[in-house]
């Protein structure tokens, strides 16, 4: 358990996630998120610390604007309730799973979503994370087709 990490309370925990997210700190959030971490989002899963930093890293170079906005977060023993928005701009563009690449629009959008986190150790364990993907595509412009 990082010492670090043990020192906030549980909410803080989630406000510092968040916060390392916003500096593109990766070393920070590995200090914040247990070895095995979970993120559900979306329609997939992200499974361990090292794989979670992966996704982010390439999150954060295809969307170097990118930030969240925490409107309200709420601890109730080890889980925590936030909401929160993520803002960002379409400025590079997007490989999608088949191949295919989505062209930048310049757009901005602002996804609201809530996630739900998991502590254990004083640390994260978990995340679910629940959004609209379609909303967030339907607000940075670019033309998809839903099959």
């Given at each position: 358990?990082?010492?670090?990490?043990?020192?906030?309370?549980?909410?803080?925990?989630?406000?510092?996630?968040?916060?390392?997210y916003?500096?593109?700190?990766?070393?920070?959030?590995?200090?914040?998120?247990?070895?095995?971490?979970?993120?559900?989002?979306?329609?997939?899963?992200?499974?361990?610390?090292?794989?979670?930093?992966?996704v982010l890293?390439?999150?954060?170079?295809?969307r170097?604007?990118?930030r969240?906005?925490?409107?309200?977060?709420?601890?109730?023993?080890?889980?925590?309730?936030?909401?929160?928005?993520?803002?960002?701009?379409?400025?590079?563009?997007?490989?999608?799973?088949?191949?295919?690449t989505?062209?930048?629009?310049?757009?901005?959008?602002?996804?609201?979503?809530?996630?739900?986190?998991?502590?254990?150790?004083?640390?994260?364990?978990?995340?679910?994370?629940?959004?609209?993907?379609?909303?967030?595509?339907?607000?940075?412009?670019?033309?998809?087709?839903?099959?």
């Open positions: 358990m990082n010492e670090q990490s043990h020192a906030l309370g549980s909410d803080e925990l989630v406000l510092a996630y968040y916060a390392a916003n500096a593109r700190d990766a070393g920070r959030i590995r200090s914040l998120i247990a070895p095995n971490f979970r993120q559900e989002r979306g329609r997939g899963f992200v499974e361990g610390a090292d794989a979670l930093v992966a890293e390439k999150e954060w170079q295809d170097p604007d990118s969240i906005d925490v409107r309200e977060v709420t601890a109730a023993g080890d889980r925590v309730f936030a909401e929160a928005a993520w803002v960002v701009s379409s400025l590079n563009p997007v490989t999608l799973p088949d191949g295919s989505l062209q930048p629009t310049g757009q901005r959008a602002t996804l609201p979503m809530a996630a739900v986190y998991d502590l254990r150790d004083g640390l994260l364990a978990s995340e679910r994370a629940y959004y609209n993907n379609l909303a967030l595509w339907r607000d940075l412009g670019p033309t998809i087709t839903i099959t």
